[in-house]
Each structure stands twice: as structure tokens, then as C-alpha cells.
RNA sequence: GCGGUAUUGGUGAAGUGGUUAACACACUGGUUUGUGGAUCCAGCACGCGUGAGUUCGAUUCUCACAUACCGCCCCA
């Protein structure tokens, strides 16, 4: 094999790409419910919009971007997630201004790119469907947000979804925790394993989320940080729950949960599921949460945002898993039959007379024998098929068949071209 | 970035250091000189991921590389 696609990337082939775009179809319809609208931002931004965003000493950063200088020498990176370039775009735009409505509320959809080792639902090349709601610090807009993620898994058909919410606080809070936190994991320096140790001091919420079993053990009777709320944090926090509750969203409250990317306050959530579609254990399809100082942090004013990222390659798998699949929606309504070399116009002609009427029509270009083009015909489902050869050619006729009922009839040849949709209406019913 | 497993035709796969690389499905043609199913017959890998090496000889042994999958790391 000469050519093969780059490490970590995917075809997305006819027999997929209808599970792709029912999948991006009912997001559009959702979210539109929920009054978002499309926003589409270029695949790659300056280095800095997500060294600056994501956080210098985040694993995206440091490790997965996909980065390069491009012939202007600029220091260009494609894009390991949504929000920064999102935030970029409002701010540039100067989509803050005051004419525009609060909260603005867009969605987006399309590739992300982070160099990584590719596994099960983790790919190089990767797609998210994202939403991200600004200027409005309100727990109304945490929750909508949730409740719109939850809502679209539910439409999708998922089920074994668990929705787990934590908050992070305010500054003030995350500097009191930060600082009980260092002082409870310091002692047990010695016993954190080695990436924990690197990262005890420089982002030491990351402790937390490890996997490694004896970092479990000590993080387990670690501070929780919902002890250092401050009151306004606390109560952002209580009115998230309040109203989760109130729309009768199942979900709980888990202390530990942290995001890879440092732009986070307040709430944070992330929607997992635990099929065996992902391998062993729960893995997370969503996460998100609030980000208030992030429209700051690249040039604009002070403005609180949320957002989410959903990843389709592993919402995908699990609606694989789940056979959840794409209703079939074409159709082929005729088949036309071209016996000989000689009818190859006229086929063509008829083809392009059905589906300028409004059908779906198709025909073969190879020049296979009657028998050959019924059998793709049966096996592609056609509902007619059509078939012309010499004699029909001489007489101007064609056999119209109906594949259902097997009857066949002679029909002039101007039927089809003059009014193809009554003889299907007629037809069809019989 | 670190480990482990794998890589044979369009697909699923069997297999051996030495003539023609099983079998099945799919596809194409014929059986039916113009009609969907079934049957039967035939065709279908210049080649066993790529490149080197060992050998009289390698798809089968060794090494490197590539890719995929699994675990770690991290995340969507």
C-alpha cells in the first residue's frame, strides 16, 4: 500500500457518513430548539489563542498540539478544541458589544486535532459538537446547557448516561483550596507517583483526576473543595443542584472531577457512559462547564461564559453498539434497464427526466446483460424498474415494472418523460 | 512518549522454510442469445503490511519501519 492516511485519522465513508450526518441533523434541530445558532471559526488559530486558553501547563499544551510555523514564519496550531477559537471569534468580532442580545448562544461542529497515541474513540484527527453561551453568569444558563446535552442523548436514544457535576469555585476559592490542597498532598510527596509528583505544584486540582491507585488512596482523604466555597461559589452551586432537581435531571456530585484545561470555574460537568462499546469503566462523551475570566483572558472584557464539547467518533460508537441507526432516507424509486449498447442515450434521457421530476432514478453504466441490472436492481431495493431495448426503442415504449408486485405493463415512452409522477402515484398503489 | 498484540485477495479467514497460497462470502460470466430467487459450472492474491538480512530457497526465521487494536499517560 503506497498511500495511507496519516496516523490517528479516519475515512468517513457512504455507510457512515449517514450515521455522521443524523447525528449532526439532530444536533442542528436541538440545539436550534434552544435557540442556538451555527457559528464556524477557522481549523487553526495562532499558538497562543490556546496556549493562553487552555493553560500553559495543561497536557494540551504541552504535549498533543498539533503545531507549526507556517511560511510567514506565524506560529499556527489546528485546533485541540472548540471554546478558544470560539472565544477568539467573540472577541474580535466584537460580539460583546451591547446591541447584541445576552446571552449570545452558538454551537459549532467539526474537527479538532491533537497528537496523541490513537486508541478506541481517541483519534488524532477528532470531531466535537460544542455550544458556548456568553455574558450571562447565571446557574439558569449552567443548567440549560446540561439539560440541552442530556436532551440530545436522549434523542439519540442513549441510555446509562451519568451526569456528574462539580464546581470549582471562584478565584477566592480555588486559591484557599489550591493551598489546603498542597499542604495535604505535600507530606505524602514520597508516595504520589512520579506525574503526580511534576504536577503537585504546578497544577495540583490535575492530582486528583489520576488514575494511578495509590494517588487514589491519598487523594481519597484529600479536601474536598466544596469546603472552601465561598458563599456566592456555594450558592451558585446550590442553585445548579436546585435546579437540576427541579427538571428532574438525575446526576451527583463528585468532589474530584477536574477538567484537562485550566480555563474552569464554578460549575463543571461531564456526561459518561460506561457501555462496553468504549472498553472497561465509564468513559466521558461530554464535558464542560463555566469559564468566566476566559473572554478576559484573550483580550475581551470581562465576560462569564459556559460551554460543552461532546466527541462524536465515541458518541458514534455507542450509538453502534446501541444499533441506533440512521433512518434510511434514499430511497431509489426507478431502475432503468438499457438492453444493448444502442438504448445508452435514451436511458440516460429517461434517468434525467425521472429525477427532474422530483425522483430518484439510476441506471447501469456498464453495460451488463438484463439480468445482471434486474439483480442490482432487486438488491438496491427499487421500486420500478424501467426497461428499454430495441424493440421498445422502435416503438417508442418502455416496460414498467413494479419490483413489489412483479407486474409489468407496457407504457409509452412520453408517460414517463411527460408526467413520471403520476405513474408513479398510479403505480404505487396498486 | 512507554509497554503488549496484530498485519495473508473486495470481505471473513486457513496455512507451510521448497512444485499451482485452502475454504467461505461477495463480485463477474455462463446455465436462461431481453428480467429479480435457487441450483450447478467457470473466473477472480505476478502474491502473504513496507524495507533489509539469514538461507540453495521465505508468505513462513531475524531486525528495522509503518499502521491498527489494547494498556499507561491524558482526554472528547
Redesign the pocket.
Known amino acids: 500500500?503506497k498511500y495511507?492516511r496519516?496516523?490517528?485519522?479516519a475515512d468517513i465513508l457512504p455507510g457512515m457518513s449517514e450515521k455522521w450526518s443524523y447525528v449532526e441533523d439532530t444536533a442542528r434541530l436541538l440545539f436550534n430548539d434552544y435557540q442556538f445558532h451555527e457559528i464556524r471559526t477557522p481549523m487553526f488559530e495562532n499558538f497562543e489563542v490556546f496556549s493562553r486558553s487552555a493553560g500553559d501547563t495543561?497536557?494540551?499544551v504541552t504535549k498533543?498540539m498539533y503545531d507549526f510555523h507556517d511560511k510567514g514564519d506565524r506560529h499556527i496550531a489546528l485546533r485541540p478544541?472548540g471554546t478558544a477559537g470560539v472565544v477568539r471569534a467573540y472577541v474580535e468580532n466584537k460580539l460583546y458589544a451591547p446591541e447584541q442580545e445576552k446571552p449570545y448562544k452558538v454551537f459549532y461542529m467539526g474537527p479538532m486535532f491533537?497528537y496523541?497515541?490513537?486508541?478506541?474513540?481517541?483519534?488524532r484527527e477528532?470531531h466535537?459538537i460544542g455550544v458556548e453561551s456568553f455574558g450571562s453568569d447565571s446557574p439558569a444558563v449552567d443548567v440549560e446547557i446540561m439539560a440541552m446535552a442530556m436532551d440530545f442523548f436522549n434523542h439519540l436514544g442513549l441510555t446509562n448516561l451519568k451526569l456528574a457535576v462539580n464546581s470549582l469555585g471562584d478565584k477566592e476559592t480555588r486559591e484557599a483550596y489550591h493551598q489546603a490542597l498542597v499542604d495535604y498532598l505535600e507530606p505524602h510527596f514520597n508516595d504520589l507517583s512520579e506525574?503526580s509528583q511534576s504536577?503537585l505544584h504546578k497544577n495540583p486540582l490535575?492530582v486528583l483526576?489520576?488514575?494511578?491507585k495509590k494517588d487514589q488512596e491519598i487523594v481519597a482523604n484529600a479536601p474536598s473543595i466544596l469546603d472552601f466555597m465561598t458563599p456566592d461559589a456555594q450558592k451558585h452551586l446550590d442553585t445548579v443542584k436546585e435546579m437540576l432537581e427541579a427538571l428532574k435531571i438525575p446526576f451527583e456530585i463528585d468532589p474530584t472531577m477536574v477538567?484537562?484545561?485550566d480555563y474552569y470555574n464554578h460549575t463543571i460537568f461531564?456526561i459518561e457512559t460506561n457501555s462496553p462499546a468504549l472498553?472497561?469503566g465509564w468513559?466521558?462523551?461530554?464535558?464542560g462547564g463555566r469559564y468566566n475570566g476566559l473572554v478576559e483572558e484573550l483580550g475581551g472584557p470581562e465576560t462569564p461564559g459556559f460551554g460543552f464539547?461532546?466527541?462524536m467518533?465515541?458518541l458514534l460508537l455507542l450509538l453502534d453498539n446501541l444499533d441506533v441507526t440512521a433512518p434510511i432516507s434514499n430511497p431509489l424509486n426507478a431502475y432503468v434497464v438499457g438492453?444493448g449498447e444502442e438504448t445508452n442515450v435514451e436511458t440516460l434521457k429517461l434517468v434525467q427526466a425521472i429525477r427532474q421530476a422530483g425522483f430518484s432514478a439510476d441506471r447501469d453504466y456498464l453495460n451488463?446483460?438484463?439480468?445482471?441490472q434486474?439483480?442490482?436492481?432487486?438488491?438496491r431495493q427499487a421500486e420500478f424498474?424501467i426497461?428499454v431495448?430495441?424493440?421498445?426503442l422502435e416503438s417508442q415504449t418502455v416496460?414498467f415494472?413494479?419490483?413489489?408486485?412483479?407486474e409489468?405493463t407496457t407504457l409509452p415512452m412520453d408517460a414517463i418523460y411527460q408526467d413520471f409522477a403520476s405513474v408513479y402515484d398510479k403505480y404505487s398503489e396498486e
Open positions: 500500500m495511507q496519516p496516523k490517528g485519522t495543561s497536557d494540551v498533543e478544541e491533537r496523541e497515541r490513537p486508541q478506541t474513540g481517541r483519534s477528532f466535537q506525574d504536577r490535575r483526576d489520576s488514575k494511578d477538567r484537562g484545561l461531564e472498553g472497561h468513559m466521558t462523551i461530554c464535558g464539547g461532546i466527541g467518533e465515541r438492453i451488463r446483460k438484463p439480468k445482471a434486474f439483480k442490482t436492481a432487486d438488491r424498474t426497461t431495448g430495441a424493440q421498445e416496460h415494472k413494479s419490483m413489489r408486485t412483479g409489468e
